[in-house]
């Protein structure tokens, strides 16, 4: 199966400041069409798990332009702009190439 | 707009089976996207356990495949989540979600599952 790594388990950041989170994947998320499996979630308590981004630079509807995916073959990063109070949550990358499908272990964004 | 709910008893005995009902509103399961059951372990990990699609058809996690069964009832526009004897490691928050050919664009709340004597 395919690996996501998420190296940081925690990120501490002060409102305002930018942040990027980064996601390994062990073999290319790239398939045929030229497109990257690879999305990005956003989990906050008490709401529901939120799409951010997909094919791993697109956002999905009504998500905020400072959210920004880059990346390609098998390194992705999620980076969030001018953080705001919302914006502290657990991040997931996930891999929708090959079955099993796949998450990083998560990062947790912390205040300073 | 598609919602999603998970429902089923929150507490379940070591060799039992865990059975969970994620109903669908505003989306016939019948119609087209993949359906799924996600799970979440203390610590934050998730494991994408598997899914049935429009037509019916499922896909499990081989770590999974021997214990866990994903059916419907069309007729409710639900699905529903079986994993047979379970350890104290299937206690996790279990969550129900759509796939389609991009994203998992629809979750819901998650259900909270503690397998214990």
């Known amino acids: 199966q395919i690996m996501l790594t998420q190296q940081a388990e925690s990120l501490w950041i002060s409102p305002g400041e930018r942040v990027s989170i980064t996601c390994r994947a062990s073999?290319?998320?790239?398939?045929?069409?030229?497109?990257?499996?690879l999305s990005w979630y956003q989990q906050r308590p008490g709401q529901t798990t939120k799409a951010l981004i997909y094919?791993?630079?697109v956002r999905t509807d009504g998500v905020p332009t400072r959210f920004i995916g880059s990346g390609s073959g098998t390194e992705f990063t999620l980076s969030i702009e001018h953080v705001q109070p919302e914006d502290f949550a657990i991040y997931y990358c996930?891999?929708?190439?090959?079955?099993?499908?796949?998450f990083g272990s998560g990062t947790k964004l912390e205040i300073k | 707009e598609v919602q999603l709910q998970e429902s089923g008893p929150g507490l379940v005995k070591p060799s039992q089976s865990l059975s969970l009902t994620c109903s669908v509103t505003?989306?016939?399961?019948?119609?087209?996207?993949?359906w799924n059951w996600i799970r979440k372990f203390p610590g934050n990990k998730l494991e994408w356990m598997g899914y049935?699609?429009?037509?019916?058809?499922?896909n499990y996690n081989p770590s999974l495949k021997s214990r866990i069964s994903i059916t419907r009832d069309t007729s409710k526009n639900q699905f529903f989540l079986q994993v047979n004897s379970v350890t104290t490691e299937d206690t996790a928050t279990y969550y129900c979600?759509?796939?389609?050919?991009?994203?998992?664009?629809?979750w819901g709340q998650g259900a909270s599952v503690t397998v214990s004597s």
């Open positions: 979600a759509r796939l389609g050919v991009r994203v998992m664009d629809a």
């Open positions: 505003g989306y016939s399961i019948t119609s087209s996207y993949r």
């Open positions: 049935i699609n429009s037509a019916g058809s499922t």
């Open positions: 073999q290319s998320l790239l398939y045929t069409d030229g497109k990257h499996y």
């Open positions: 094919h791993a630079s």
């Open positions: 996930l891999q929708t190439l090959k079955s099993p499908f796949t």
